[in-house]
Antibody, heavy 125, light 109 residues
Framework: QVQLQESGPGLVKPSGTLSLTCAVS?????????WSWVRQPPGKGLEWIGE???????NYNPSLKSRVTISVDKSKNQFSLKLSSVTAADTAVYYC??????????????????WGQGTLVTVSS | SSELTQDPAVSVALGQTVRITCQGD??????ASWYQQKPGQAPVLVIY???NRPSGIPDRFSGSSSGNTASLTITGAQAEDEADYYC????????????FGGGTKLTVL
């Protein structure tokens, strides 16, 4: 089955750029799914960051859109997150997840499954 | 602020039934998905679509939807169900943007 694994630096300096990669195994990133990033600040809830399709189409959370770039590397079967101009408020556990969707009878739904294990990124000097 | 609203905390006696709700305008056209998260762990999908359970999720978990409200029901709550629960859907803008509810902390007494 599909498995996801995040990787990247666990510490980023303020005003720097956070960079993470999510490796996809057990399936192709070119399948008919979106691939998403979600984060969770310590002690807080989940926040959707954005998503990418294998074609390169992206959707971003409006609150982060000016600082976020999500890209895909089909040759490596992985996708990546870059978040620029980070502050302490960006300290969080970052998760990648596969987003599957379906529409029927005028209604749609999607779901995140599986998820990566998550990686803690701390923004500090 | 979240476009999906959840009660911050709910409690249930062991073996009883509990309903966790999620409200938002987008739920009139998008079904919610539900995630269980235990401390230090990644979220786990428990319900998606009309009322679909992934393999391995006990049948005491069920989902429903009416108007702008989605519900996750646990029938016969067990101690291991104590966790945070999050709903997710698309936002109401029509731009295919994702949104999570603020989460509900479920305590099993």
């Amino acid at each position: 089955q599909v498995q996801l694994q995040e990787s990247g630096p666990g510490l980023v300096k303020p005003s720097g750029t956070l960079s993470l990669t999510c490796a996809v195994s057990g399936g192709s990133i070119s399948s008919s799914n979106w691939w998403s990033w979600v984060r969770q600040p310590p002690g807080k809830g989940l926040e959707w960051i954005g998503e990418i399709y294998h074609s390169g189409s992206t959707n971003y959370n409006p609150s982060l859109k000016s600082r976020v770039t999500i890209s895909v590397d089909k040759s490596k079967n992985q996708f990546s997150l870059k978040l620029s101009s980070v502050t302490a408020a960006d300290t969080a556990v970052y998760y990648c997840a596969r987003d599957q969707g379906y529409c029927s009878g005028g209604s749609c739904w999607d779901w995140f499954d599986p998820w990566g294990q998550g990686t803690l990124v701390t923004v500090s000097s | 602020s979240s476009e999906l609203t959840q009660d911050p905390a709910v409690s249930v006696a062991l073996g009883q039934t509990v309903r966790i709700t999620c409200q938002g305008d987008s739920l009139r056209s998008y079904y919610a998905s539900w995630y269980q998260q235990k401390p230090g762990q990644a979220p786990v999908l428990v319900i998606y679509g009309k009322n679909n359970r992934p393999s391995g999720i006990p049948d005491r978990f069920s989902g429903s939807s009416s108007g702008n409200t989605a519900s996750l029901t646990i029938t016969g709550a067990q101690a291991e169900d104590e966790a945070d629960y999050y709903c997710n859907s698309r936002d109401s803008s029509g731009n295919h943007l994702g949104v999570f509810g603020g989460g509900t902390k479920l305590t099993v007494l």
